[in-house]
């Protein structure tokens, strides 16, 4: 049974602004329909996490935070993972992505409400896939945690209904694309694009359609932002937010000449949300005060001393689906606490990959992750050459799938990318991992 | 013939236990028919049907605390041991004892008493049951053989690690069958998702 | 061994084929089954598409398929009775047949939520076990020997270990002659497999009543990928039916559900602890998720019967799948077929004769009329047969009108593919009705402004109309009105009546600027010469104006306030319309 409406926005009345952006003339053939599932418990949740994230305390170098003791407690008495482990933070080790994989129901509390759960497939672009289980409340702050960063700008995101307060920017082959609205922000409409022109009636609708909706924030990746950039939209945002992956000087500037307002680049993850925005080029700052931020040894479960760089690795957070203790990140800083306040220093996380095709026209490689996610491959690497020939490298127990990924790889890079597809043994003692390369910067 | 102790003929004759071993009406206040079985049995292990009661091992009081299941069990079991196996052999008189009043009764809130005969492996189950209280095994078994085989029919030690883990597994199916219903329905809203 | 025995591949094949009678014997000497498909390489097995094991059957062509190269690598050359018996044994009793695979891999289905798509791999496990068990206890074939020679170089798995402990208790063979790895043998496994193998024993006989008890013991083996992936790796060499339905044709009477699937999706854990607790945390989701779609719930949503479908047979075409789907809950609500008319109340007047052809039946030759055009018969030439005309009053000699069916396929409905929808139902009754009546249909659905998809005119292919109605645009946000010009736009020489079916927005585009939709609207219901109707989904006084306005220009307008009235509507118009009276 598809949900309706009154189940996608339990709170919001009118959904006439909710017609008005799926039915618009440029609109996009929007492939999703998407809710804020928010009902009037939830969004009393959701202001009131709006209301400490700004003003609740970080921690110090020989502190940790005032919530810690009661939040292990509560993990080892109701998360069967954590079952029976000590309140302390000193005794816990460290988990690490396979773990979340593997047994995804391991993490959630005996204490939550099924009724809330929600998942979110991930396409496993640093990894296998993996389900992330969360609730309307954890997704909800996402805006909350936006807010406190653009709040040090000075920028507010307007509330009621009537205009676009954000919008969403992919460039891919294919992804989900919805308009819906938020309840949280009073029936403003958030929208997500694609801007694949196959997406659209007519190529120039996304420039028109983004134009007349004028969002407030434009969030996207880099790659999406240089796609918006070559369309050269009038438009007036109030911020640019990039995420997923690092944005680099030299894009960052082009977009703030562009588009005369802040660019943001925020450090977030699929488990647990937002984590630190970038200040210069050092250093980030971190956003959250309930998500502890430890620097391990990137081997053995040895915490290091501050200044030391070594992994990230995260406790906390405000998901009762997925309660982080240790959770190592993969990525790499070291953490400098300057007035109370933790910083990343010299994080390095998702470098940009570019890949391109034969008309030197950007690749995203978020289209192979999920392109592979449907075949039985433990893992893969991806490398082009300064020829832009692709080299593949698939672990899987079914060496059949050789011609299909062959076929698939050639369809994303298009004619004239030559592709060498090798597939070995899969070998299930040893995770395999996923990684990007390629010869060309962005 | 006499001593082999052949599992599948055992069940055999287990199963092949008559139906008015299993039809008993006691009118309650009166005394069960049980008590005269097996005093009978007892007579035809000890190969003397000429002993009197005060010279077989006292089952009188038991009788009486049995409800109905522990009852048909019971005659399940009278009915086992008048294999001749059993026949003439007046040590086994006790394991014999032991197994009807006391491990009967225990293994009866796991096990149907018609199951015992209805079910193979509960009928295995009994036969090897019966044969440790008597300190028997089945023909070229080791004792840790049949302790092992015993081990993975027990009904009592299933239930045990069933018990165990239904609890977690149930949790797990319900936050699985969640999560399978909200990918098959649609996601709630993917703000900044890919 | 016979030390002088020929050990090339053919001798292989010459025994395996004098093997094959006595196999068939342990079922049934007279089946009629062909026999197996010998490939003596594992390159022709390939092509004939068996991979993984050494023999598999296909329900599609009732054949068997055996590898002889790796029946030899895998060393178990001396048991052709037990393995042919074994393949004949998923032919005539388990799974048998096309549908009784595809209802048993549903009902599994049910258990395994979130690893579905592992349905034909348990439903293979499952089989094997009924029909070993029948072979090794009632046939006294020694299976045992067989599984022993496969696992020699197996890579040992929880999934594996809990078969072949399940193999040792059903057969009480010692522990560790199957599952001969004792670092995976726990408490945990050995009361599953003591659970698994009651099940396979009691559910011998009915099998298809036990597929969702047994995923269900099965299902915590599964979901950990991991795992999952090591077990299907142990037991590779032993699926033979994975494949069983693949290019099979369209089956019907799946798109309803399954009432047993929802009673059998039982853990048998729970059902032996008699935890009544642990067995409602467990069934809360399954509960709401079995409620099932369309008229009266009765039908599983479009995702899931498309899921099912492409489980059995890969190959199946999404369209047609989808098609089917919609043409199976039409059904019952379809008018009759007609059935040949017989006059009523008009008379049947001769009206002159007409040549008969070979091929026309026979009692119409009028042999008189014949000789007189000619004394020697030629049949086709000179052969008459006499015509009728009919009562110009009676109210059999109406023909049935075409009927030209628009949907508003705009952002406002929703994906007939992904959840059901009672629009395209509706839109099915009335065309399928249509089509059995003998008329014509012309379908378009409708987007606007963005895209429409209509149907080359009126037409009488099911498949073609079925495909329009079944797809979904998502674009704009009305019916665009001026689509009807393209039938209606001058008057037609067979009439037609015209359904739309949209709701609210169509008066937006009746008021749009573009073009006098008003106009066209009025013009095309005229030109059409049959009635027109307007389902819209709103409420009565809505657009009282707008309502008021197509009204007196002809137009029925039906409100619906609920989508499944639509049924309602549909079936009424299919009556009135396409049911000829006897």
């Known amino acids: 049974m598809a949900l309706s409406d009154a189940e996608r926005f339990p709170l919001i009345q009118d959904l006439s602004h909710l017609r008005s952006l799926q039915q618009d003339a440029c609109a996009p053939s929007f492939n999703f329909r998407s809710g804020d599932r928010l009902q009037s418990h939830h969004l009393q949740q959701v202001t009131r996490y709006a209301a400490t994230i700004g003003k609740q305390p970080f921690w110090n170098d020989d502190t940790q935070p005032t919530w810690m003791e009661s939040y292990l407690d509560w993990c080892a008495r109701t998360v069967p993972f954590y079952k029976g482990r000590a309140t302390t933070l000193s005794a816990q080790p460290t988990i690490s992505r396979s773990d979340l994989q593997t047994t995804p129901w391991q993490f959630v509390s005996s204490d939550s409400n099924l009724d809330d759960l929600l998942v979110y497939q991930t396409s496993g672009t640093t990894g296998a896939p993996m389900d992330v289980i969360f609730d309307p409340v954890s997704q909800a702050c996402w805006i909350p945690q936006l807010e406190s960063v653009l709040n040090r700008y000075g920028i507010r995101l307007s509330r009621g209904t009537g205009h676009t307060a954000i919008a969403l920017i992919c460039d891919q082959q294919s992804t989900l694309t919805y308009a819906s609205l938020s309840a949280y922000l009073g029936g403003a409409g958030v929208i997500k694009v694609n801007l694949n022109p196959l997406e659209w009636k007519d190529p120039d609708h996304r420039k028109q359609y983004l134009e007349k909706l004028n969002p407030e924030i434009l969030t996207g990746d880099p790659f999406a932002f240089l796609s918006l950039l070559a369309l050269a939209p009038r438009l007036s945002p109030k911020a640019l937010v990039s995420s997923a992956m690092k944005l680099t000087e030299g894009v960052r500037n082009k977009l703030e000449s562009f588009f005369r307002c802040p660019v943001l680049d925020i450090y977030s993850l699929t488990e647990c949300r937002m984590i630190a925005v970038a200040e210069g080029t050092h250093r980030h700052r971190a956003i959250r005060p309930e998500l502890f931020l430890e620097i391990f040894d990137p081997v053995h479960d040895i915490p290091l001393k501050p200044g030391e760089r070594g992994e990230l690795v995260i406790t906390g957070g405000n998901n009762p689906f997925l309660p982080l203790i240790r959770y190592r990140t993969g990525d790499f800083c070291s953490i400098s606490i300057d007035n109370s306040i933790p910083y990343l220093i010299d994080l390095e996380a998702r470098a940009p990959v570019a890949y391109y095709r034969a008309d030197h026209t950007f690749v995203n490689y978020v289209d192979i992750s999920r392109t592979m996610t449907e075949l039985p491959l433990a893992g893969f690497s991806v490398h082009q050459h300064t020829d832009k020939s692709v080299t593949f490298k698939g672990w899987s127990s079914d060496a059949s799938i050789k011609p299909l990924v062959h076929e698939k790889l050639s369809t994303i890079f298009g004619t004239g990318v030559s592709v060498d597809v090798t597939i070995l043994p899969f070998d299930s003692q040893r995770a395999k991992p996923v990684t990007y390369a390629s010869d060309f910067k962005i | ?194 | 061994m016979d030390g002088t025995r020929d050990h090339t591949v053919e001798a292989l094949c010459e025994r395996w084929r004098a093997a094959w009678p006595r196999a068939r014997e342990m079922w049934n000497a007279f089946i009629r089954l062909r026999e197996p498909h010998w490939c003596l390489t594992t390159n022709e097995a390939v092509k004939e598409g068996l991979t993984g094991s050494f023999a598999m059957i296909r329900l599609t062509d009732h054949r068997i398929v055996i590898d002889l190269e790796k029946v030899m690598k895998y060393d178990v050359d001396d048991h052709a009775v037990q393995v042919l018996a074994h393949e004949i044994g998923h032919h005539i009793y388990t799974p048998a047949n096309l549908r009784d695979n595809a209802v048993l891999q549903g009902r599994i289905r049910w258990a395994l939520a979130g690893v579905e798509d592992q349905a034909g791999f348990v439903a293979n496990i499952y089989t094997d076990f009924i029909i070993n068990d029948f072979l090794q206890r009632s046939k006294e074939l020694d299976m045992v020997i067989v599984y022993q020679k496969l696992n020699k170089d197996v890579t040992f798995s929880k999934l594996w270990s809990l078969v072949m402990r399940t193999y040792e208790y059903l057969w009480k063979l010692k522990r560790g002659t199957l599952a001969t790895a004792p670092a995976f043998h726990n408490e945990s496994i050995d009361a599953d497999a003591s659970l698994m193998a009651s099940l396979v024993r009691s559910y011998s006989k009915n099998w298809m009543e036990g597929g969702g008890r047994f995923a269900a013991l099965l299902y915590p083996y599964l979901i950990e990928e991991k795992e999952l992936q090591k077990g299907k790796q142990s037991l590779a060499i032993y699926l033979d039916t994975e494949k069983a339905g693949e290019g099979g044709g369209m089956l019907s009477g799946l798109a309803e559900l399954d009432p047993q699937a929802e009673e059998g999706a039982v853990d048998p854990r729970q059902e032996a602890t008699g935890d009544a607790a642990t067995r409602e945390a467990g069934t809360t989701f399954e509960r709401s998720e079995k409620g099932g779609t369309g008229p009266k719930q009765r039908y599983l949503n479009p995702g899931m019967y498309i899921d099912l479908c492409r489980q059995v047979n890969p190959h199946a075409d999404e369209q047609l799948l989808i098609n089917q789907y919609y043409k199976e809950i039409a059904l019952p609500h379809l008018i009759a077929f007609p059935v040949e008319v017989s006059k009523t109340s008009g008379e049947l007047t001769p009206e002159g004769t007409d040549v008969w052809e070979p091929g026309d039946p026979m009692e119409e030759i009028d042999w008189l009329e014949s000789a007189i055009t000619s004394p020697q018969i030629f049949p086709g030439y000179t052969t008459r047969r006499r015509t009728y005309g009919e009562d110009q009053d009676s109210e059999t000699s109406l023909r049935p009108l075409d009927v030209y069916i628009g949907i508003d396929c705009s952002g406002s409905m929703s994906n007939p593919r992904v959840s059901f929808s009672w629009p395209v139902l509706a839109a099915t009754v009335i065309g399928l009705s249509a089509l059995r009546a003998g008329a014509k249909v012309m379908g378009c659905l409708s987007g606007e402004p963005g895209s429409f998809m209509e149907t080359k005119g009126f037409i009488s292919g099911e498949k073609d109309l079925l495909t329009v109605l079944t797809s979904y645009l998502g674009t704009g946000y009305a019916f665009g009105v001026s689509r009807l010009s393209t039938p209606f736009h001058k008057q037609l020489k067979k009439k037609s009546h015209v359904v739309i079916v949209s709701d609210d927005d169509i008066f937006s585009m009746l008021d749009a600027k573009e073009a006098d939709h008003w106009k066209i609207i009025e013009t095309s219901l005229a030109n059409a010469g049959g009635t027109g109707t307007i389902v819209l989904h709103s409420r009565p006084g809505w657009h009282n104006e707008g309502g008021v306005r197509l009204q007196r220009m002809g137009w029925h307008v039906h409100y619906v306030t609920d989508e499944s009235s639509m049924l309602d509507f549909a079936a009424e118009f299919s009556k009135k319309n396409y049911h000829k009276k006897k």
């Open chain 2, 1 to 194: 013939m006499k001593d082999q102790k052949e599992i599948y003929a055992l069940i055999k004759h287990l199963r092949s236990c008559p139906q008015d071993f299993l039809e008993f009406n006691h009118q309650p206040g009166t005394k069960p028919v049980t008590e005269a079985l097996v005093y009978d049995l007892f007579r035809k292990v000890v190969g003397n049907f000429n002993v009197s009661r005060e010279g077989l091992p006292d089952v009188g009081k038991l009788v009486w605390q049995l409800g109905d299941e522990e009852y048909r069990a019971i005659h399940i079991g009278v009915w086992f041991f008048h294999h001749q196996l059993f026949e003439g052999n007046a040590s086994l008189i006790k394991g014999i004892r032991a197994f009807l009043f006391e491990r009967l009764p225990e293994l009866t809130p796991y096990v149907k008493s018609l199951a015992w005969l209805e079910d193979e492996d509960r009928a295995e189950e009994f036969v090897r049951e019966a044969l440790r209280c008597c300190n028997m095994l089945i023909d070229g078994e080791t004792e840790h053989e049949a302790q092992d085989r015993l081990d993975g029919l027990s009904s009592v030690k299933r239930q045990q690690v069933l018990e165990q883990t239904n609890e977690s597994l149930a949790r797990m199916k319900a936050i699985r069958q969640a999560m399978a219903e909200k990918k098959a329905r649609e996601a709630a809203n993917v703000y900044g998702r890919e």
